[in-house]
Every structure is written in C-alpha cells, then in structure tokens.
C-alpha cells in the first residue's frame, strides 16, 4: 500500500512505498478500527469500542489536549447513552440544566424568552450546559492512554480490498479494517477522501463547494466567578443570555472576514486583540463583555469562524467520517455534541451488527448503514440550525420580524408541539442494556439491531 497523495502544502508531493506486512491484513479475523481525532465524536467511539470489545487505536494531532473553552449542551436526545455507559453521575456533577434562554437588545432591554420548564417531566432528563474542555475531559479519562497515540497528525490514507492506513506527517503509519475520519470541521481523512473520489470521477458535485460563509465568534469560559460581583451564578439553574444589538451587528470587511476564516480555520485559541478591544463595552446581565473576558483565562478564549456545511459523502468502501468532518451546524442549538455523539452511537451499533463476521463486503455495507441511518436526521438538524441562527443572531428586517414572531406572538403550545417532534429521536446503544424511558413523552422505538451470522 502506498500514499500518493500528501495534502499539506508546505512539503512537496511525494510517493512512499509502506510496509505490508501489518497483522490486520494476514489474519483478518478480528476487526481493528483506526480513529483520527480525539475530539467528541472520536472518544465517543472509542469509549462505546472498548465496550463492544473491539480493538481501536486513535491518532491524534495535539500532543496534548487544549483544553479550549466554549460551553456544549446536552440533553434528552443523548442523556440515556450516558445512562448505558455509567457516565451520568460524572454528567450531572459537571453540568447545570438550563431551562430559559432571555433576548435582550444592545441596550439591555428585553425583546422576549423562550423557556422550557416540562422537560424534566417529558423527557426524564434537564437539558444540561457544561463546558466543553470538561465534557472533553471525562470521555478521555474513559479511553486507556495507551490506545491514544498523540501528537500525531494524520496526512494520507489509503485503502484496499485488504485493509486501510493512514500516514501521519512525521511518517508514522497505522492500519486497520476500517477507518473513522472524526477530526472536526477541517477533517484531513475527508479531504484525503474526496480528493481521490474526484479524480476517479466519483466525488457528487455538491461535496466539491466550498463552506458557506459565515460569522466570526468569540467563545470562551471564565474562571470561577465572584458571585457577589455576578449575581444570580448561583442558581440552581443556568439561563441563556442572547444580546442583540440595535445598531448594525459588528462586521468584518470582505478583507477582514476572509483572513478571519483563513486564519481561524480551526478552532483555536489565535484570538484577535481587536475585536477583544472592540467588544468590551457591550452590555450583559452580568456587567460589561469585557469584565467577563477579564474574567477569562486568555487562553481559554477562542476566536471561531462558524460555517454551516452538511456533506454528502460520508462513507466510501473502509472509510467513515463522523462528527463534524462530515457536518459543521451552526452551534447555536448546541447541536455539535448531541449529533456527534448519536453518529458514534449508531457507527458502533452498525459494527455491532457485522463484528463476528467482518468481511469486506460486510465492513463497506455497515459504513453505508450508518450513513444511511444518520443523514435524514442531521439534514432536518442543519435546517433547524439555521432556523435558531436567524432568530438567535439575525439583524435585518425580515429576521427581526421573525424573532419578534417566535418570542412574542407564536404560541407556547406551538412552539413546544415542535420540541416534542424533535425529542422523539434518542437512539441507544444496541449492545448494553437498554434504559428505561423516563419520561412521558413519546420516543421514535428503536431499530433493531441484528448480529450477522458466524460463517
Ligand atoms: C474550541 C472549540 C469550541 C467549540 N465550541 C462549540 C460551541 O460553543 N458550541 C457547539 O455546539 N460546538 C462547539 N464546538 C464544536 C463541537 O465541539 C463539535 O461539534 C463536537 O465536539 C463534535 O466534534 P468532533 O469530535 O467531530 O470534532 P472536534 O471537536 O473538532 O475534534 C476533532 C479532533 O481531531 C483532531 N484532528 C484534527 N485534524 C487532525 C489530523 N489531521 N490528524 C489527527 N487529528 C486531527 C483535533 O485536534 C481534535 O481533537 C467547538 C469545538 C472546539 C474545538
Ligand atoms: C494506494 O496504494 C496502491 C498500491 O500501492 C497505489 O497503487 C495507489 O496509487 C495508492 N493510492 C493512493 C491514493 O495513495
Ligand atoms: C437536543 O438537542 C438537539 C440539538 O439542539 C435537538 O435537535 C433535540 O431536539 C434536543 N432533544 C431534546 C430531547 O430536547
């Protein structure tokens, strides 16, 4: 097996002839799951792997974990794996529900609420907020150290009938039966992938454009704070604190927007001392923006360019993308973490479903499964995401009529009709016991899930 193709720049372009002799493709009997990133979608799998006792390894490019701050919600669609796995107790001791989200304007005076207070009743479960560096945090204490290489980052792959493998840039390579591309928004095994689709001529023409453009965002995490000078952080609950200001929204120019992408390309912590500067005199609950980022931990402050893309192509013969490599929402729902984790749900029930008999064929038809089971969902997600950005952060007429609508004029009953649709899908792990349903609200019944017969 050789990788042809070497995608970063910086180094020219070269052909490397591998080994061949790695175990996977002799003995063939026992599956081996290469994963690229150790992001929430990645440990995720890992963790629900080491249950189904299937062999993984994971490559990581940090050579250690950042701990970026923003904050990740979790809630009723996702809060029942937790359950399966023994996770909730550490859950719940990291995390506040929240149950309002307040929109204010630039001047602090209130445009409306949206609240749910019934979820604990219909659901079983709070919607919870925690921060992501600590939800990060608990799944990597879950996964042995010695199944997570870091500080290496992924380049190349390639694959066969046999097997795939992966070349990192300092030329370390791994194989495996199959290949879970979960590194993020600027996933290197999709690049990889749809670069060798396309010149086979295989690539659908909607994966060749480029990501929409977007917003550039702040986010961070404060330190503890001082609940005499913030008041109300004590709460039983956490609330929402949506600002929107009167006067034209901050923008970038085309210059500035296009090197803010360029540059924050990632998720990172290369915030713009500008904008900070610029941003401070902006009013909230809790005094000024720029008392909360002195609050903050410099470090724990990123500067984010949010896209919106939903892929097509998410599997193809023994490679898989999940989480953000094959869909970036809009994070204002929260949806990162919650669809993150029901792809890595429903890719390890799927080899569940192939793990005694993982021939070739089985191995490519599990991935298309997943792919198959997850995308009608994630597609209703990415509409309802930019639906909740339009109210959450529009600013010309037609936007400001419609946040108007939903927070003042839209009945609650209509408005939680809705939310109950979108909560009946909480799909479980196949192969741990199942929990039972807490609530009152309806739930879509699980598929079944059935182990392919020994040969
Ligand atoms: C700093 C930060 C802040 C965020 N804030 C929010 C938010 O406020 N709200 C929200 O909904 N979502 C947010 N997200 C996104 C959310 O975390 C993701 O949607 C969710 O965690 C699922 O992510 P993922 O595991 O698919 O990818 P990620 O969390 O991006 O993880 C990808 C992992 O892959 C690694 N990686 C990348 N390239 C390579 C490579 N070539 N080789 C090896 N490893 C590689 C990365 O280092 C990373 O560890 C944020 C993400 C980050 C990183
Ligand atoms: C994959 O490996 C084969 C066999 O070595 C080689 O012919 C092919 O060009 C490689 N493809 C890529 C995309 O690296
Ligand atoms: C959980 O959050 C996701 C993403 O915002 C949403 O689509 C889903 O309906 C929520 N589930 C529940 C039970 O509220």
Known sequence: MSFVYDFDE?????????????????????????????GIAGLMLAILLEHLDISYEIVERCREMKPLGSVMCLNASVLPVFDQLGLTKEILAASKPIREFNFFRGSMKRLGQYSDHTAIERDGYERLVLSRPRLHEILMSKVPPEKIHMGKKVKALNQSEDGVGLRCTDKTEFYGDILVGADGAYSAIRQNLYFQLKQKGLLPEADTRAMSKGFVCLVGVTSALDPSFFQGIEEQYSSGSIMISDNSPYTLSEKESEEAQFRTSEWGPETSDKILGQVGNYKTPFGSLGDLIRATPRELISQVFLEDILYETWAHERVVLIGDACHKLLPNAGQGAVNAIQDAVILANCLYEIKPNPTHDNLVRALHTYRDERYSHVKTQHSSSQLSAKIQLGHNWGEKMLRYFILNILPKKMQMRQVVKDSAYSPLVAFLPHVPRRGYGTVLPQREWVQVDKI
């Open 10 to 38: 910086e180094e020219p372009v070269r052909s490397y002839q591998a080994e061949l002799d790695s175990p996977y493709f002799t003995t063939n009997t026992k599956l081996h799951v290469l994963i690229s990133g150790a």
